[in-house]
């Protein structure tokens, strides 16, 4: 590991200035699930880590008029065990499916939605897009794991997040300071993450000395949400494809539905049409593999990965029914 | 015990071995206090860090290490490699860097000036037209015809003809290979130490030696605990060397261990083999016929797996077997537990399966029909499959719960049986065993034998123990050192059979004359003494205690030396076994889940019925990694190892490994044939076992391993029987 420097502020106010030193040269430590490896492969470089871990105020979950303000370093653990987060069903799910003492004890859910992609070309230093000589190495590659939808430009990996399918389908907000004392803004999940055309844009609309500091989660009343993570371990492992729901239901039939991939696009990907299609229909498994076949028709994949496309497939669809009590318990 | 022959005793008198018994250094392994060679840190210790090539293929044009040295706290760079010199996969080291900290040697690694030309590579080891257009492959490595193939076809009442595969994985030893070595310069001991990650310790030191110009006898090769070698720790190997010289020339102990990727990437790999299979066979299932072709690559090397066991376990009347290698730009190969056998049980087993289904047969039924056509191996050993098969039928209730090809169920998740088997030599080799009895009635055994945690040193320990008489707490056994006499390498799965014979007949001989001067002393007729619960006796009559039986050994101690192999009875060689899994396939997500595998293991006497079944129980959750998930994935687009890391490398995880039911299969004719060894035969057909229950639950066989749900998906929707 490259040497750098460490700072560990107590405010948010020390963090976002920490943040701008070394031209912006920084990074933030929260949990350190993933950083720590990334700057022992070198796939990333640091001139400081500015560990957000002493700042009191992102230390706890509380209660908002609306919803509920998850601090940054609230780990996988504590959002499991709040009561404040017992009618987001997906969220616990998800948290369950970690399936990971250590990520589930030290990883953050804020570190989970700002982390890097898993794609190997990254991770083996060829960069987010993952380019040598001009060429798209994850296009001409091995590609098995990469993007099956939103991947007609340079970017072919897939976002990394694993709550970031249920947090933008419960319409999450996230809270960004930066980069002046002043600054400070709440910017809708679904728009938080890029999907770069250059490799300096990065994955999330981040921009340096800014910093994630909560996650504000609505709470709405009888909100039914599931979550279904195709995962290939029973241990400790990243989904290949993922979908969350919150549905809102009459009876059997769905009143207003939100359905979101992961780790199928750069970004979450959101099934606008699979979603209306599915309004006004009485919600049984028939039906949740139909949405299923709407969400992943419009899937563009590449030459290794047609597979992810029915794994999508079936992630929409379980999700649907794991979020009515209708998933056969077997297949969790 | 009482007509001095040369035996294990009668079974049923037997306190320790057939026992089950916990490993004496498991509290140590468990608890941290076993000290494996990455743990030494002796005072002064520098540590190194490697630069290695990131290219499939290249030539070095530059190559500049000074700058590296004027780092404050770095001693040492050894060069692996020159300028104008070759790389020929992704990870062949070049240099390494001994320094003050792991961190600064890091730092040096950055700081060395080197420039690659990338050359053209070859990483594809699968499509063999691909490598053929790349003029990459070596071909007819194998071709070989008996009999009349063709025609035995033309009149076949039923013709199969698949495509079958596995991939290259890595050792993946959870303690990389790696050496401290430090250098003696007083006149007492050896002038060399290398403390070394190896499975050989008795003869890695004359490599040592002979690099550095030094005797045998100067260098000791210390080995007390190794985490995991799997047939690729037999060598000093160049970073040995590497650390060794880099310790000499700073006066400072230097320890070198690969770093995650490179131990994925350079110290060996088991090859991979793919198959074109016919198979003929009349209608009551005699197989008449098989030909295959198949290539792989073995790295820049341009072998492929052993054609000469194809088909495995099996000699057809009539078979054509031919082979092609594939030169690549992938790391080497080292021999994998079981070299071959997994990748041949998973080309023939799968293709005899798919016959079954053809013949519309059971598998087990179609094994049994075909008992009377076993190899020269196979055969030597006796017709042991009918019982395992039988065996392992009831443990698996095969009968009940078996079904016709693809019909597993009407849901998403379909279930599956399926059934290999295999074969392994295990016969023991040279192998010498110090045994010491003192006057204070301590017993020790001493061998240059190595524990790949197995339970070597537990087993050594318990034939002293049963030998002696004595509780298994009251004897030691040490091993893990060059300075011990010859002990054999680990590999082969001939340890277990090596030491125990040796220390067997060393301890039976201590006791001897342990007992002619109790004899003496006691005034009794020595041929009738025996020893046993902490005494010496005649017939029922203690005559003294094991402790007044040392006090007459005197300040001399008594020592024998054991050796093994003789063909004493005490051990033996040839095991089968048979492998039997139960699956669910998930045909929306491609996820298999084993929900049972049972094992039927031969292995002759077993010493230690927990070790044994340890072995076994390790072996099918290597093969389940093999089978589903674990696999070296090369890039072509950059001609790397793509997947070298712990979380792309996929590996089981606990609850990946479902129920194992594991039996050592021992009757009287096991335990009357004496020890033999158990390493490397149960991790053979459990891949094909998995392989054939996948093509049971589902109707489509999913033709190459590792059986991911990209694959799995793949072939459900090809549809490809």
């Excluded at chain 2, 400072?252 to 198979?279: I, Q, Y």
Aim: aromatic share 6%.
């Amino acid at each position: 590991m490259r040497p750098f420097e460490y700072v560990s502020p107590t405010t948010e106010a020390e963090a976002v200035e920490a943040l701008n030193g070394h031209d912006g040269q920084t990074m933030v430590l929260a949990g350190g699930t993933d950083l720590i490896s990334l700057l022992q492969r070198d796939a990333v470089q640091t001139q400081r880590v500015v560990d957000i871990k002493k700042i009191d105020t992102l230390k706890s979950i509380e209660q908002v008029d609306d919803g509920v303000l998850i601090g940054a370093t609230v780990t996988l653990d504590e959002a499991l065990e709040s009561p404040l987060l017992a009618g987001h069903d997906s969220i616990a799910q998800v948290i369950d499916g970690h399936r990971a003492i250590q990520i589930q004890s030290s990883g953050t859910l804020v570190g989970d939605l700002c982390q890097m992609p898993q794609c190997w070309y990254f991770r083996n230093g060829f960069g987010v897009l993952g380019r040598k000589d001009g060429e798209s190495l994850a296009e001409l590659g091995d590609n098995r794991y990469h993007a099956v939808f939103g991947n007609a430009g340079p970017a072919k990996f897939v976002c990394a997040s694993r709550f970031a399918p249920s947090m933008v389908a419960w319409g999450a907000k996230v809270r960004v300071i930066g980069p002046t004392p002043e600054d400070e803004q709440f910017v809708p999940l679904e728009y938080f993450f890029v999907t770069p055309r250059l490799e300096s844009q990065g994955v999330t609309v981040l921009k340096q000395g800014q910093l994630v500091t909560h996650i504000w989660l609505p709470t709405v009343a009888d909100m039914k949400s599931g979550s279904y993570e195709v995962l290939e371990s029973k241990g400790l492992d990243r989904p290949q494809a993922a979908a969350s729901v919150c549905l809102q239901t009459e009876g059997d039939f769905v009143r207003d539905a939100r359905i979101v991939m992961g780790h199928v696009a750069p970004t979450p990907w959101i099934a606008h049409e699979a979603a209306r299609a599915l309004v006004g229909q009485r919600l049984d498994e028939d039906m949740a593999g139909h949405i299923g076949d709407l969400a992943v028709s419009k899937a563009t994949p590449l030459s290794m990965n047609e597979y992810k496309v029915a794994m999508a497939r079936a992630a929409v669809k379980r999700s649907l029914l794991r979020a009515v009590g209708k998933l056969d318990a077997a297949l969790v | 015990m009482a007509e001095r022959t040369i035996s294990w005793g009668p079974r049923a008198s037997n306190k320790l071995i057939g026992s089950e018994t916990t490993r004496i250094d498991g509290l140590d392994k468990a608890s941290g206090f076993a000290k494996y060679t990455a743990d030494m840190n002796q005072a002064g210790t520098l540590y190194a860090r490697l630069l290695t090539c990131k290219h499939g293929h290249a030539k070095i044009t530059r190559l500049n290490v000074d700058a590296a040295k004027k780092i404050a706290g770095v001693h040492t760079v050894y060069l692996f490699k020159n300028e104008g010199d070759e790389c020929n996969w992704d990870g062949d080291i070049v240099a390494a860097v001994a320094a003050e900290t792991a961190d600064l040697a890091e730092d040096g690694v950055r700081a060395i000036e080197v420039s690659f030309e990338e050359q053209p590579h070859v990483v594809d080891e699968q499509d063999l037209e691909a490598a053929r257009a790349a003029e990459a492959t070596k071909e007819g490595i194998v071709d070989r015809t008996v009999g009349d193939p063709d025609k035995a076809i033309a009149e076949a009442d039923v013709v199969h003809e698949g495509y079958y595969g596995i991939h290259t994985i890595s050792h993946m030893c959870l303690e990389p290979h790696g050496a401290h070595c430090s250098w003696n310069d007083g006149d007492d001991g050896p002038k060399l130490i290398a403390r070394h990650s190896t499975q050989a310790v008795s003869t890695t030191g004359k490599q040592f030696a002979s690099k550095f110009g030094l005797d045998a006898a100067d260098v000791r090769v210390v080995c007390n605990f190794i985490g995991g070698g799997f047939g690729s720790k037999f060598a000093a190997d160049e970073w040995g060397w590497a650390a060794a010289q880099m310790s000499k020339d700073t006066g400072r102990p230097v320890r070198l261990m690969l770093d995650r990727a490179t131990e994925l990437k350079t110290p060996g790999t088991r090859p991979s083999g793919f198959a074109n299979v016919t198979l003929a066979a009349k209608k009551d299932g005699t197989i008449t016929a098989w030909k295959s072709h198949h290539w792989g690559t073995n790295g820049p090397q341009g072998g492929t797996i052993d054609g000469n066991q194809m088909p495995y376990v099996f000699e057809f009347e009539n078979k054509k077997v031919e082979a092609t290698g594939i030169k690549t730009n992938c790391g080497p190969n080292r021999a994998w537990r079981a070299p071959n056998h997994p990748q041949l049980c998973a080309i023939t087993d799968t293709a005899m399966t798919d016959l079954a289904a053809k013949l519309k047969m059971d598998p087990v039924d179609l094994y049994k029909a075909n008992l009377g056509q076993l190899d020269k191996v196979a055969k030597e050993n006796g017709d042991l499959y009918r019982a395992q098969l039988d065996r392992a039928s009831e443990l698996m209730d095969w009968k009940k719960n078996f079904h016709a090809h693809g019909e597993g169920g009407t849901g998403a998740v379909k279930r599956g049986l399926g059934v290999a088997l295999h074969r392994w030599g295990g016969q023991s080799v040279k192998c010498e065993a110090e045994v010491r009895l003192f006057e204070d009635g301590a017993a020790q055994v001493s061998i240059g034998s190595q524990d790949l945690g197995t339970g070597t040193r537990t087993v050594i320990a318990m034939v002293l123990a049963e030998t002696c008489g004595l509780p298994l707490e009251k004897v030691t056994a040490k091993i893990g050192s060059s300075e011990y006499v010859y002990g054999n390498p680990s590999g082969g799965s001939i340890t277990v059979g090596s030491v125990s014979g040796g220390t067997r007949r060393a301890a039976l001989a201590a006791v001897w004359k342990l007992l002619d001067k109790v004899a003496t002393k006691y005034d009794v007729d020595g041929s009738g003494l025996t020893v046993g619960d902490e005494a010496v006796w005649s017939g029922k009559k203690k005559v003294c205690s094991w402790k007044d039986a040392c006090r007459l050994i005197g300040s001399v101690p008594i020592t024998e030396l054991g050796e093994s192999p003789l063909d004493d009875g005490l051990t033996s060689k040839l095991v089968g076994g048979v492998q039997m899994a139960d699956v669910s396939v998930d045909t929306d997500t491609g996820i298999v889940r084993i929900n049972r595998m049972v094992a039927v293991q031969d292995c002759g006497l077993v010493i230690n019925q927990m070790t044994a079944k340890s072995q076994v129980y390790g072996g099918l959750i290597m093969g389940i990694a093999y089978a589903l998930s674990e696999e070296r994935i090369m890039d072509n687009q950059t001609g790397r190892y793509i997947n070298a890391d712990m979380e792309n490398y996929r590996l089981p995880r606990i609850g990946d490994i479902g129920e194992l039911i594991v039996e050592m299969y021992q009757p009287d004719s096991e335990y009357n044939r004496g020890v033999v060894g158990l390493g490397e035969p149960p991790v053979i057909s459990t891949g094909a076992a998995i392989a054939n229950a996948v093509a049971n639950a589902t109707g489509v066989r999913v033709p190459v391993l590792p059986m991911t749900p990209k694959r799995v998906l793949d072939a459900l929707k090809g549809g490809q029987a």
